[in-house]
């Protein structure tokens, strides 16, 4: 029955992204462990998947994201892919807007980005949440994420589930502003880049949030780099869910 | 950054047009503003043709260059003249090469030429600030103690200017829309401009060839955009409409020209790129109404108080790409694709940043930005994001 399933089903692979599946490893354990918990029957295609071209097309490169979508797209049929679902707001962009774009009717396949599949798994009762009374946390769109692909609610909402007192930057949702890490600025332009996180940070201490949540390897490591100093800690997502010892351990320092 | 002035501009702008009426406008305005850039020989045409029948004087200067020596025949041995806020005046850069002494009449203007410091924010000059910076700078330049205080600024320039605004002879000023039909529509909130427009005994407008709208209704719909995406405002406090000289008919029905406003108004239109623009890829770049929105909402503006460019190598580079300006442009201006589309240009002529190079070069030869990558190992240089 199980293998007939795949067989018409497909397979589900976790895309971690680039940045999330080179650098930020324990961010990459976190989603698979909590697709684990979901019994989500999933795989992976760490060596053989390229980059979603984000990069390569925000620099430019459009000849060069086409035949990146082109080649994900043939090694994503190879696998029998039918859903993907990964936690990068960039990858998730690419894969659900920009592919469809280039490559036609051929891609046929389901993205999710990993915030939509945590609500839909708890709320189905396959995923538990750890619980933070009391905890005030304000939440940072990433721009990829947000107004750029409209997901706004589903994380706010696993927020409030896990008893926290989720509060809002007064520049939030589609007037939110960015982390300054994405556009090729912290290359390109690295100090600027880490003017506007700094600017960021500053507006998640005015409503005095303890710690800032965001669901982008991006913003994450960007934002922890520029918020050492100040009073606020920065935290991925999947930290919150998965390391909630950690969490709670950084607030009490 | 400017925290108070960013909520409160987003706070104003909401109320002043719900989101649904916003987008509608904002379609209606791509729209008109399309049709317009795509037929923009014939609008010029039109309005040079409506304009002059109205009798208004219509000069079409084919580049900047142009317009300030018609500026200068016009103007001719004038000691000074008023001048209201214009971003097209702004780019002739009179100030140096007319003999005429330039006297700016909006407020932020003023200040910000007394301080000797202009924000490069299109509605708001003087944004960047404080009341005591401003009050040290006119006991500097202009020997008066004025209180710091935001309205005790304003009674001393309402003051310093009125007598110089009634007895100027030449009032310069730009306009928001030219319609086809003859109309130059130009909105305000302080006053000055309808006092300079119609006191002085001549009224020179500058404006831009892609300034020009069908209509007073298409033209209705850009004040409209002007006002709540400039200021928040759900309709500006004064909006000039001309449509040329001031004229009576009241004795005998004779016609005579200039009755209590201007008596000759002077129209100079500027071309400089613009039809070569209008034909490629990049014509939405005239669309832009000049409200300043895409500055308010610019993490990097509001952090360094300089807006990324898209058709300028440094300045393009300089963008995270978040799509704050499309999405908060009114005419629908698409800078995001435009500022990947000047990156490809710029690809195309190897001028590539550093980094990038790296990057495209990991890309094509290991499918990633980093590079090669051995097991377990993590990259050091990040060439991406």
């Known amino acids: 029955m199980f293998i007939l399933d795949k067989i018409f089903k497909g397979n589900t692979l976790y895309y971690p992204g680039c940045l999330t599946k080179f650098v930020g490893k324990d961010i990459e354990k976190n989603y698979k462990e909590l697709l684990k918990k979901a019994g989500v029957d999933f795989v992976v295609l760490p060596d053989l998947e390229k980059c979603c071209g984000s990069p390569v097309k925000n620099a430019g490169f459009e000849d060069d994201f086409k035949k990146l979508a082109a080649d994900n797209l043939k090694i994503f049929k190879d696998h029998s892919i039918k859903r993907i679902i990964t936690n990068c707001p960039a990858c998730y962009k690419m894969l659900s807007q920009d592919y469809p774009k280039v490559l036609g009717q051929e891609w046929d396949i389901e993205i999710r980005h990993f915030t939509e599949f945590i609500l839909e798994a708890v709320n189905k009762g396959k995923m538990k949440l750890p619980k933070y009374d009391n905890l005030k946390v304000t939440y940072h769109d990433p721009c990829h994420l947000g107004k750029q692909s409209d997901i706004y609610d589903q994380p706010r909402e696993i927020l409030k589930m896990m008893n926290i007192n989720l509060v809002e930057m007064q520049l939030n949702k589609k007037n939110s502003f960015c982390c300054g890490g994405g556009g090729g600025l912290q290359s390109n332009n690295p100090e600027l880049a880490d003017k506007v996180a700094k600017q960021r940070i500053e507006q998640a201490s005015d409503v005095d949030a303890q710690i800032i949540i965001t669901p982008c390897t991006l913003c994450d490591m960007h934002m922890k780099r520029n918020g050492k100093d100040g009073g606020v800690s920065v935290f991925e997502f999947s930290e919150l869910l998965v390391n909630a010892e950690k969490v709670r351990k950084a607030i009490k320092r | ?385």
């Open chain 2, 1 to 385: 950054m400017n925290k108070k002035f960013v909520t409160e501009y987003i706070e104003k702008r909401s109320k002043a047009l719900s989101s649904k009426e916003a987008e509608e406008l904002r379609d209606k305005l791509y729209n008109l503003k399309k049709t317009a850039i795509d037929n923009l020989d014939e609008y010029v045409k039109k309005a040079k043709s409506s304009l002059e029948k109205n009798g208004c004087h219509v000069y079409l200067a084919k580049s900047n260059q142009e317009a300030i020596e018609e500026l200068k025949k016009i103007i001719g041995d004038e000691k000074y003249i008023v001048k209201s806020k214009s971003n097209t005046i702004n780019k002739l850069k009179i100030d140096e090469k007319l003999k005429a002494e330039i006297v700016e009449t909006d407020t932020g203007d003023f200040i910000a030429a007394l301080a000797g410091k202009k924000d490069p924010h299109p509605v708001i000059p003087a944004l960047s600030l404080t009341e005591k910076e401003i009050s040290k700078a006119i006991k500097e330049k202009l020997s008066k103690d004025v209180e710091p205080k935001a309205e005790k600024i304003v009674e001393f320039v309402r003051n310093y200017l009125r007598e110089k605004m009634l007895s100027a002879k030449v009032g310069l000023t730009g306009a928001n829309v030219i319609t086809t039909q003859g109309q130059i529509v130009i909105l305000e909130n302080e006053g000055n401009i309808s006092i300079i427009s119609h006191v002085p005994e001549k009224h020179i407008v500058v404006a831009g060839i892609d300034k020009i709208v069908k209509d007073m209704d298409e033209a209705n719909k850009v004040v409209k955009a002007a006002a709540v995406w400039g200021t928040g405002q759900d309709w500006p406090n004064y909006v000039n409409v001309i449509s040329g000289p001031s004229k009576t008919g009241d004795i005998q029905n004779i016609h005579i020209e200039g009755a209590h406003g201007a008596q000759e108004v002077h129209v100079i239109l500027i071309e400089n790129d613009k039809y070569e623009v209008a034909k490629g890829k990049y014509k939405d770049k005239l669309f832009c109404i000049n409200c300043g929105a895409c500055y308010d909402l610019c993490p990097v503006y509001n952090a360094i108080g300089q807006i990324p460019k898209p058709s300028d190598f440094e300045r393009n580079y300089k963008c995270t790409l978040c799509s704050n300006c499309a999405l908060n442009c009114p005419v629908k201006i698409d800078r995001q694709s435009n500022f990947r589309n000047n990156r490809k240009d710029f690809n195309k002529l190897e001028k590539i940043p550093q980094a990038n190079k790296k990057m495209i070069e990991n890309v094509r030869k290991y499918g990633n930005p980093f590079g090669e990558i051995k097991d377990g190992d993590t990259p050091k240089e990040l060439y991406c994001c």
